[in-house]
């Protein structure tokens, strides 16, 4: 087994100053303390398409948005309960991710595999936020214990349990992994071009389909997303 | 006659059973996947979602946030009846999916597909699916939950015969390759692969392999065994792992189902179990015992039968 253990481990705050952002290396291992909030399709349209004033003070409450649903309940007294947390895929909002960048103020966006580098450069660099991947992406029951208070629920009627705007109060939260520096460039895109190289060894002895499909590419260090 | 609040009452336990706790089979595959994993970010991975489980059980929490979407596998010995019949059947095990995602808590995942409504207790218009196989002899239920995770990891395509096992190697490959990057298919996996039926048993039978299978077992047809040697091995050196780091862990095993198909095609389906491979499994009895396993025994020499009539073999009786 690889040295598992090698890789720098950093607390964050949530509201992260641009100095600590720019120590921060691809790879690194974060744990985060403060606030953060769950916001994904359901809360970015609300708010940007249909116009919607956001029911929190952002990014003074938070600036970290988490995109996420949480495997929780409330109860008919109100009474909240919430078990693991986990990212969901990011790539899906890439539409959105500058206009609520600009609108939120966030410096940190959690979820699961990261965006694009062209997106960081674009949308993430400008305002001066980062990416932080989740780990697994399973580690939901590590992720439930670093929460130490759900503080807040919004648009829960409007939006639904899994698509609300969950507030939550979070203490050594993680792990998460430095995914997007402050120069946009992209960890699993460094990676993806280590593993392209080796790609067309494992294909020898294969064969393309005899029928093929719209929108096929034979360039396999190409993505899917 | 099995009793309707038995079978109830056992279902709420699996339901909260598969979410909170690995399968033993699956653990040994991941403890071996990262003794046996080289790079140093995918190691990290595997290390971490080993303390995930651990986590997962002391605190009784979900091992994962997105609980998936639960569905059941129902297996009825010919001899069992049940109290209330198929349809106090189906209204409890809703009712067990409704219970548990208040319960323990599951995340409320299932939605109208296209007005988005939500329950709020993953039960819906066909929604937990429940589905049925039959064994001869026994007066038994079988109840499987599986919680499925992964919008990733799954595609079908019509291969022929022309397309060799060389096509249906390249088509295993693309899946891995295509949904492996950035993790997107939350591997290692254990990676079902349906081969023949229909476009849609051929889902069926792909998905199967991928949950109802444990790791370790293999396809009786010896030949079909040696594919599933192959293709985990194969799928271990694309030189990607957890997460699409750089590594050797994308596959914990391979699960290879076959049906037969039109003479002209080779339909091919690939299916990924993530990391969170959650299924749970109990046996309720006509007298009321309740037993507990982790193999779903889903896949008996009387499903895999190719004869018209059925003559049991000496050596299965146990299945039954
Ligand atoms: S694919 Fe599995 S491990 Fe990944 S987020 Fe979904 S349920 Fe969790």
């Known amino acids: ?225 | 006659m099995i009793s309707i609040d038995v079978i109830q009452e056992t279902a709420e336990k699996l339901m909260a059973q598969a979410a909170i706790e690995i399968p033993d089979d699956y653990l040994t595959g991941l403890k071996q996947a990262a003794d046996a994993e080289d790079g140093d970010l995918s190691s990290f991975v595997l290390q971490a979602m080993l303390e995930n489980y651990e986590a997962a059980k002391e605190d009784r929490r979900a091992m994962c946030g997105d609980t998936g979407c639960p569905r059941w596998y129902v297996k009825l010995g010919n001899d069992a009846r049940i109290e209330g019949g198929p349809v106090a059947l189906e209204e409890a095990l809703r009712r067990a999916t409704a219970n548990a995602t208040q319960n323990v808590p599951l995340r409320p995942n299932r939605v109208h597909p296209l007005w988005r409504t939500d329950h709020d207790n993953n039960v819906g218009i066909g929604a937990p699916e429940i589905e049925y196989g039959f064994e001869p002899g026994g007066d038994w239920i079988d109840l499987t939950t599986v919680h499925k995770g992964g919008l990733f990891g799954t595609d079908y395509r019509m291969l022929f015969p022309s397309d060799g096992i060389e096509g249906i190697k390249r088509f295993y490959l693309d899946s891995l390759v295509a949904f492996g990057k950035r993790g997107l298919a939350c591997q290692p996996a254990i990676i079902g692969i349906g081969l023949g039926g229909s476009k849609d048993t051929c889902m069926v039978l792909g998905k199967r392999a991928a949950c109802l299978r444990t790791v370790g077992d293999r396809n009786p047809d010896p030949k079909i065994a040696a594919l599933e040697e192959e293709f985990k091995e194969l799928g271990n050196s694309i030189g990607m792992g957890a997460m699409g780091f750089v590594g050797n862990s994308m596959v914990i095993d391979c699960h290879i189902e076959v049906g037969y198909c039109h003479t002209g095609g080779m339909q091919m389906s690939v299916h990924a179990f993530c990391l969170s491979s959650r299924r749970a499994v109990a046996r309720v009895h006509g007298d009321g015992r309740v037993e507990h396993r982790t193999d779903p025994e889903w896949f008996t020499p009387f499903q895999r039968r190719e004869t018209v009539g059925w003559q049991m073999p000496e050596n299965s009786k146990k299945s039954a």
């Open chain 1, 1 to 225: 087994m690889a040295d598992a253990g090698k890789f720098k481990k950093v607390r964050l705050s949530t509201e992260p100053t641009p100095e600590a952002l720019a120590d921060l290396k691809l790879g690194d291992v974060v744990y985060l303390d403060g606030t953060v909030y769950t916001a994904r399709e359901g809360a970015y349209m609300r708010a940007l398409q249909d116009g919607a004033p956001l029911p929190m003070t952002l990014p003074l409450e938070s600036g970290a948005n988490f995109h996420c649903s949480p495997a929780a309940s409330i109860a008919e007294d109100g009474t909240i309960a919430i078990g693991a947390v986990t990212a969901t895929a990011s790539f899906r909002f890439s539409k959105w991710i500058g206009e609520w960048l600009a609108l939120s103020g966030a410096k940190l966006i959690l979820g699961k595999g990261g965006m694009t580098s062209a997106d960081y450069k674009r949308h993430f660099v400008p305002h001066g936020a980062i990416y932080l991947t989740t780990v697994g992406y399973g580690t939901g029951a590590l992720l439930g214990r670093g929460i130490t208070r759900v503080k807040d629920v919004h648009w829960r009627k409007e939006l639904g349990l899994a698509q609300a705007m969950w507030v939550l109060e979070v203490s050594n939260f993680g792990p998460f992994i430095v995914e997007s520096d402050m120069n946009g460039d992209s960890l699993f895109e460094r990676e993806n071009k280590k593993i392209a190289a080796g790609l067309a060894k494992v294909y020898e002895g294969t064969r393309p389909a005899v029928l093929k499909r719209f929108g096929e590419t034979d360039d396999r260090s190409d993505e899917m997303i």
